[in-house]
T-cell receptor, first 112, second 111 residues
């Protein structure tokens, strides 16, 4: 399978716990993005990497959120001290220089 | 913040009919992309149209772009039940790397 993959697909956690999500982009893509989507809304941009460098972060990305892409391949998104408002679908996308962005299946987070 | 607005927010048609969805945006763009999302799933890339293009086709899909009106439309011809999904347009806000999405059109195809 050469598409974008995300793990886990679903995560249920209790408020205050930390969670970490992983994204594996399409192998030849140097750009990787994280988005968040709540029910009935379009995805909202969180952050963007080109290779291992994090080049842009949305103000939606509070200090409880951190993303890494240490070797320019897979990426992780960690949420510390989760809150109920963090419940959402977290989507990862990757692209080459051509501009078409391909999304993974998403990780659905539920914070109880 | 959401850049675009899709119209209508919801559309229900009979199988075999054509479905047209519209998207308006606010800033200059380099390209506009359309995505499909089945309930609870990830987004599937449908088509990318660049700012110097006016129309693009892919199978049963036709996308138009009018940069003077800052609007785009997605036409699905000969709709099928499997086309039932939410459809989103996304723009690159003047060439920025991030995509800005609208709220989407929920399309229901009735058999």
């Amino acid at each position: 399978d050469t598409g974008v993959s995300q793990d886990p697909r679903h995560k249920i956690t209790k408020r205050g716990q930390n969670v970490t999500f992983r994204c594996d982009p399409i192998s030849e893509h140097n750009r990787l993005y994280w988005y968040r989507q709540t029910l009935g809304q379009g995805p909202e941009f969180l952050t963007y990497f080109q290779n291992e460098a994090q080049l842009e972060k949305s103000r939606l990305l509070s200090d409880r959120f951190s993303a890494e892409r240490p070797k320019g391949s897979f990426s992780t998104l960690e949420i510390q001290r989760t809150e109920q408002g963090d419940s959402a679908m977290y989507l990862c996308a990757s692209s080459s220089d051509r501009g078409e962005k391909f999304f993974g299946p998403g990780t659905r987070l539920t914070v109880l | 913040s959401q850049q675009g607005e899709e119209d209508p927010q919801a559309l229900s048609i009979q199988e075999g009919e054509n479905a047209t969805m519209n998207c308006s945006y606010k800033t200059s763009i380099n390209n506009l992309q359309w995505y499909r999302q089945n309930s609870g799933r990830g987004l599937v890339h449908l088509i990318l149209i660049r700012s110097n293009e006016r129309e693009k086709h892919s199978g049963r899909l036709r996308v138009t772009l009018d940069t003077s009106k800052k609007s785009s439309s997605l036409l699905i011809t000969a709709s099928r039940a499997a086309d039932t999904a939410s459809y989103f347009c996304a723009t690159d806000e003047g060439g920025a790397q991030k995509l800005v999405f609208g709220q989407g059109t929920r399309l229901t195809i009735n058999p």
